[in-house]
């Protein structure tokens, strides 16, 4: 997938991991899996392998080669606390949100128990990070509405619920510790339909928790048509941003060699060049 993103709560993306294995009801339409397994078997291509879950370690360094600060959807193609994915990895996808510190990004899972014991644990190091932004998704009251519990327990300093696809009325919600609410309502051939007032009842609930609330879309077969108006207004609010100066390129690449170094050897000349630096200006 490439950088620039056309999800309307974020910039980009970054997906150290691809590939992923369903857990809930809201994984049945799972658009990711759906992109991956249309490249399965296409020699060469990033998703040959379709949608088996994969680390990707050359693509760990990615966020330290952007000197823009961007808003960031990590693991868009994946669930970056997957069981498969090892804890080690885990903590070195952190370290790289630590050290590029002027993006923010927004991680978003359904394994939100794993979420939960390591923000207590290995990624306590980054529980404090106002540019981190800690999500989990909720569909449904079932499998959805336990994963806020999860959450709320994380010691993070910024949570929030993507609420998509919205399947059914949720029902009272305690949003104490939650930042952020995102809903949407699931678009495709064969999407499952959102009523207009289980929308209304998460709205009305942010509104009185004063958590921000973004309003993705209606989703549907037509998902352009259907837009994403609710009473003739959009709604996209948002936490406020951490800010943090970006770095010159040069200490930047020397984070990028450090990265580098953890993935046996990415090719650092490939780095140089992503940079638009001369090898022959290099400190190392
Ligand atoms: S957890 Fe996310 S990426 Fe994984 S199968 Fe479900 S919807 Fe797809």
Request: glycine residues 8%; aromatic residues 10%.
């Amino acid at each position: 997938m490439s950088a620039k993103s056309t999800i309307e709560w974020t910039d980009s993306t970054w997906n150290p991991v691809r590939g992923c294995t369903k857990i809930s009801p809201g994984c049945k339409h799972c658009y990711a899996e759906t992109f991956a397994e249309r490249f399965r078997g296409v020699p060469g291509h990033p998703y040959e392998q379709g949608f088996d879950l994969r680390l990707i370690p050359e693509k760990l360094a990615e966020p330290l080669r952007w000197g823009t600060p961007k808003t960031v959807f990590v693991n868009s193609m994946s669930d970056l606390f997957h069981e498969d994915v090892p804890d080690r990895y885990v903590e070195q996808v952190a370290r790289v949100m630590q050290m590029a510190n002027w993006h923010t990004y927004q991680v978003l899972t359904k394994r939100s128990e794993r979420l939960r014991t390591m923000l207590a644990t290995k990624l306590s190091f980054v529980a404090d990070a106002r540019h981190i932004w800690w999500g989990t998704s909720v569909e449904d009251k079932k499998h959805g509405v336990p994963r806020i519990i999860d959450l709320r327990q994380a010691p993070a300093a910024v949570r929030f619920l993507s609420v998509e696809p919205l399947l059914e009325d949720l029902g009272e919600v305690d949003l104490t510790g939650i930042h952020w609410v995102i809903v949407g309502g699931e678009s495709g051939a064969r999407a499952r339909p959102m009523d207009e007032a289980w929308v209304k009842s998460v709205r009305r609930q942010c509104n009185a928790a004063k958590v921000p609330f973004f309003f993705k879309q209606w989703g549907g077969v037509r998902k352009s048509e259907a837009g994403r108006e609710l009473d003739g207004r959009t709604y996209n609010d948002m936490p406020s941003r951490a800010s943090h100066p970006v770095p010159t390129r040069t200490k930047r690449f020397t984070m990028i060699t450090e990265v580098a170094s953890w993935a046996n050897g990415s090719p650092v000349l490939e780095v140089w060049g992503a940079m638009g630096l001369p090898p022959q200006a290099s400190h190392l």
